[in-house]
């Protein structure tokens, strides 16, 4: 069964760097593109942006300046960092596969979720 | 970026009657790129609805999608209590443009 599965710190201070990992079992981390998508509270979804095993990356230009992503595929995991943040980054993060490889256009699988919180 | 409005807020009707949710883009859109999430409280989001109308693995035929260019809708023939939920439609173009969500539309027990 194939699952995603989110870690990292709860809480970060602000202008510190948000770091998260998303460990993908049940299958290759290869061939597919990885999502970071959050949630403020009682908020909407907002698309972080993707990476994928070749290098390549994609992120939403509204906060492209301070987001890195990365995968280890020696590890079967990707990876999210967000610097400088602010009160403005607490949410539910998420990670989640585009499933186009097995040609559904959408995140079909997504991890449950971790809530960070940006505070002193 | 293209935004994505949905209608209504919230929806306030009782089990066993028919939903339909709107989702307007601000400019066109693919069919093949929208694509229909549920989200229950305290759970991550499960997707229902891809390419306007092809249901997910596992998902019930009550649930439809249909839609073209700026306007797609989402209908749920007869609602089951587990159908009550936050809906999210979703666009993604290879165009350089971010993909985008909606601001989701609640469907509640009346």
């Known amino acids: 069964q194939v699952q995603l599965q989110e870690s990292g710190p709860g809480l970060v201070k602000p202008s510190d760097t948000l770091s998260l990992t998303c460990t993908f079992s049940g299958g290759s981390i290869n061939s597919y593109y990885w999502n970071w998508i959050r949630q403020p509270p009682g908020g909407g979804l907002e698309w972080i942006g993707f990476c994928h095993h070749s290098g390549r990356t994609d992120y939403n230009p509204s906060l492209k300046s301070r987001v890195t992503m990365s995968v280890d595929t020696s590890k079967n995991q990707f990876s999210l960092n967000l610097n400088s943040v602010t009160t403005a980054d607490t949410a539910v993060y998420y990670c989640a596969r585009w499933g186009e490889t097995s040609g559904i256009k959408a995140f079909d699988i997504w991890g449950r979720g971790t809530m960070v919180t940006v505070s002193s | ?110």
Request: hydrophobic residues 30%.
């Open chain 2, 1 to 110: 970026e293209i935004v994505l409005t949905q209608s209504p807020g919230t929806l306030s009707l009782s089990p066993g009657e028919r939903a339909t949710l709107s989702c307007r883009a601000s400019q066109s859109v693919s069919s093949n790129s929208l694509v229909w999430y549920q989200q229950k409280p305290g759970q991550a989001p499960r997707l229902l609805i891809y390419g306007s109308s092809s249901r997910a693995t596992g998902i019930p035929d009550r649930f439809s999608g249909a839609g073209s260019g700026t306007d797609f809708t989402l209908t749920i023939s007869r609602l089951e209590p587990e159908d009550f939920a936050v809906y999210y439609c979703q666009q993604y173009q290879y165009s350089g443009l971010p993909l985008t969500f909606g601001g989701g539309t609640k469907v509640e027990i009346k």
